[in-house]
């Protein structure tokens, strides 16, 4: 094909659908308000008996504003996309869309084996996808921006959170008990990647 | 009028169109949960007993983020918008925010004649309308760009799926058992374009 | 101030809640389906049962997409925003966010004087202040674009529709039985607009 | 980082959250139909029997849309953002898209300490990160632009603003009667506004 690939409209199709996912977010919250009320509870009580819809609406929404900017840092070194990067962005949207769903789970129902796994699990996909992306864009000279290329940085930020996320969903199906707070692994993520890129430097100056 | 008919605007509002209703395909799966909560399940049967709302969700995903690349690729031989254009672009727009109601009819009931012919006929309805902007685009030298001028390949394809879509509303109906499977006759789309395009290759030599 | 008023922010934050208001019109079709499931009703009943929604659903689209449409065209002829734009503007919003909340009305009660009345009010007032916002394009040097000065047609096509909108909402009101078919007087505009223009041009040629 | 920091992305992924946001506002207005629907209710009593819900949906729409204008305002003086302004945009991304909570939560109870301390203090939280952006714009030279360099009046406005919803916030939550008519402190702005500018222009001339 003789047609630009130029980037513009995937990027901004992508912000669009992340903004209402994250907005979508608070739904839920807005849908305890009635029930409270049909059962003459106090006003209070929408958050006070409703503490785990809160926390995980939080949680989700810093989930999804965290990849939103990686999804931004990682395209600023996009000048045409390919069919591999699209048949991705689209499976990141797909776990980022459904991510809504998860949530609502962690947040109605007791923690247990599912309910960890299939939020957390939704996480992994994203960041999974979202290394992928990386990848593919270091990877196709077709795809990387020439004035501004891509830095190993991104690949190794992106796949640092993807397998901790990968060790915090084992974690959490092995031990049921820990649930969701395996998710506090992802706080190894700064300490990790200064030690990738001290080495990476090293190497480089090597 | 002696109005520029650029179609950048137009773009960026179907967009946001088709992300907002693609996104809003989550909210019935999230409606599930605190039914399923009321009723004591497990937070599994919130996938396990509604699978087929799983199913159509991930279907109607899939379709919605086809019509929205055709879109984008039919878009890119755009460089002034007709009436006729943005007649077909506002109906596209019609079926593409009517879809999440079939979608939700065919997850929640039995498919039947009437289910089965209501989510194929609204995804039919999306593809014709992209094969008459298709053909627009073609046949209307104001409308089409000059640098980028439209291939045939972009009709063929459009109408390639159009026609086994129709195809698929037709046997659904006539066969109600084989249900909404029919829309595997999409599969045949590329074996049947790569012959309509060989042809055509060896007419435009001949 | 200094500052621009470039109004390309300003244009895409209306797109994206217009694009939002007439997808989220949908959702009380989608919200139809497990409630005709509950009372054990047969899936085409979605539709048998409930064509008011259905039908008030497709009016509203078609308004919302007309609107958006006549705003697009005004907004072609503006180069930088005003206070008072601004604030039509916002009242336009307001109006176009408020419309799914009379389409529920009007589909889900029999029509009486205060549903068609809701009805109809909203559409006048997202008209009349579209009429507003071209007068001050027309009105204000600093607003219109010098290349492409808004045109007269622009303001006697957008005031026709606001003044048969006012006939509409008094006959409406007057003549209960007659309801939102009242609405069909819009058909006129075609017609009025004409008679204007060809007495606007002899008066120009005069 | 050699990447460009251009905040054109940020700023359009931070309209669409907020289109949304207010576009959503009109969903518990849209769920009250069917209830009263339910319970045998004439159709006007959707607004007479539920004007609480009506009131605050007014009030939200204009907050939202008072805090989008001072963001738009704000970063028109911006050319490249900086981590800390990323921050503050996600928090008070996250403020507007929680409002439609405490909106419904005012909406549906009577008023009391609770209910009025959450939504002023959501708003405040949004007024209060708006205000650390505009510091955070006029503090970093890498993130004011140079040809448009951000006016002492933005600092002014958006502070007094946040001052005076603290001062609503105490009077709210000490005098529970009072409720949120605390807010029409905040139409002291426009005169102490007023001052404050008079007093920097005596002191710049001195």
Redesign the interface.
């Known amino acids: 094909?003789?047609?630009?690939k130029e980037p513009h409209?995937?990027?901004?199709?992508t912000?669009?659908?992340?903004?209402?996912?994250?907005?979508?977010?608070?739904?839920?919250?807005?849908?305890i308000?009635?029930e409270v009320?049909k059962e003459h509870g106090?006003?209070?009580e929408?958050?006070t008996k409703h503490q785990p819809e809160v926390w995980t609406f939080?949680l989700s929404?810093v989930v999804i504003?965290r990849f939103?900017?990686a999804h931004?840092?990682a395209y600023?070194?996009v000048r045409a996309y390919s069919t591999p990067l699209?048949l991705c962005n689209?499976g990141w949207?797909?776990a980022i869309?459904?991510l809504?769903?998860p949530t609502?789970?962690v947040?109605?129902?007791?923690s247990?084996r599912?309910?960890t796994g299939?939020y957390i699990g939704t996480i992994f996909a994203v960041s999974a996808l979202q290394t992928a992306m990386t990848l593919i864009i270091r990877a196709d000279a077709a795809v990387a921006s020439e004035e501004?290329p891509p830095?190993p940085?991104l690949a190794i930020s992106s796949a640092t959170a993807t397998v901790l996320l990968a060790a915090a969903l084992v974690v959490a199906l092995a031990l049921p008990a820990i649930s969701y707070w395996a998710l506090f692994l992802l706080l190894l993520s700064a300490p990790v990647e200064q030690v990738l890129r001290r080495r990476q430097r090293v190497a480089a100056e090597a």
């Open positions: 094909m003789a047609v630009s409209r995937l990027i901004l199709f912000d669009a659908v992340v903004a209402i996912a994250v907005t979508l977010l608070v739904l839920p919250l807005v849908d308000v009635p009320a106090e006003a209070i929408v958050i939080l929404f504003i939103w900017l931004h840092r600023q070194h699209i689209a949207l797909l869309v459904v809504p769903f609502e789970v947040g109605v129902f007791q247990d599912f309910t299939f501004n830095t940085e």
